[in-house]
């Protein structure tokens, strides 16, 4: 039997935990109410520019070249994974489920003799792949200093990217990261960012048989769209998992939190129990004591 | 009452404006353009400029923009917009100060800096919208 001692300083030990994982849950629902709703205002332009790429891609018709970062390479033999997770744990399994994600991915494109190149944004994914895919790392984005600032690193990211596909170091580049859905669901996605694909869900609209007109060319509205679009997909990913992460983070904490309660109550039952045998003992010393007079 | 047009304003932060109207004049990177509704479907760039909104001949918004893009179809008016302010919201002053900012990071950073062009960009706009905003 445990010394009563010990009990007691396992309560405390779990009691300050307690304290930890509650204070985080709750920065976190601040956090993610911050982030939500800059996922939520970014969308708007994130839907009308899909819908934008969407029409002209649809006017531009099938196989009519473009822009390279429409038309891809014409290869497919390198690949790019952008994996995206968060910058720190204590979020349950949200950068894990993530990096499982990554990692069927590669195992996928790798079974098909394709050559994989990663580029991790966020500390915790590239801890986790560094085990398996050190080699394939050939760019990291840190977003420890980001705060709530997402932009300038998502632009930074697209003028990378747009670069070397450029200078052909891969033909086809795919996100992965995390779809917030809602604060208790995140799931794990792969999308495609170069050769850019428009988004089967947008509204292509019905012109009713007028043309557009193009202010300059279509060519060169297409030209410097591009890299826009690719811009923000990128940087909405961002908010998503900006997003997700703090709701995971809340969602494991709450339960954390729980979990704690419940084991201070079994452990304060136990000492309650372990300092009432110890009174009885002494008690029955004392009167047995005293009979032997 | 006549159809109205349908106009939107959105940029990555946030919608500015989303709502129905009679006209929109809009800056153009080949010119300045007017949409009326039922405009032909029409697409362009757009310079950093000066979006004016109006009603029955008179302006009632003016929103500033950084580059973009303006897409008209049969369903109405969308801009994007790099970014994207609303002229009476903002004042002379904190833009003038933004913009001496800016301005000393430009000679701070010389010549060759890595920055120079994103910083020289940063100022042209904030030129464009000072001027804006004194007439």
Redesign the interface.
Known sequence: MSGLKELKNRIGSVKSTQKITKAKQMVAAAKLRRAQEAAEASKPYATRMANVVANLTASMGEGAGGPKLLAGSGDDKVHLLVVMTAERGLCGGFNANTAKAARLKIEELQAEGKTVKIITVGKKGREVLKAQYADLFIEHVDLSDAKDKFTPYAIGLGQDLTKRFEDGEFDVATLVFSEFKNVLTQTPVAKQLIPAEAPEDAETIDLGGAIYAYEPSEAEILESLLPRYLNTQILSAMLENAAGEQAASMTAMDNATRNAGELIDSLTLQYNRARQAQITKELIEIISGAEAL | MADKLHF?L??????LFSGEVDHVIAP???GEFGVLVNH??????LKNGVVRVEENGETTMRLFVRGG?A?V???GL?I?A?EAVNLDSVSAESVQKEYDEAHRALLAEGKDGPQVHALEEQVAYLESLKAALTN
């Open positions: 939107s959105v940029s990555p932060a946030r919608e153009g990177s080949d032909a479907p029409f697409m362009t760039t893009f897409d179809t049969p369903a969308t994007l790099e």
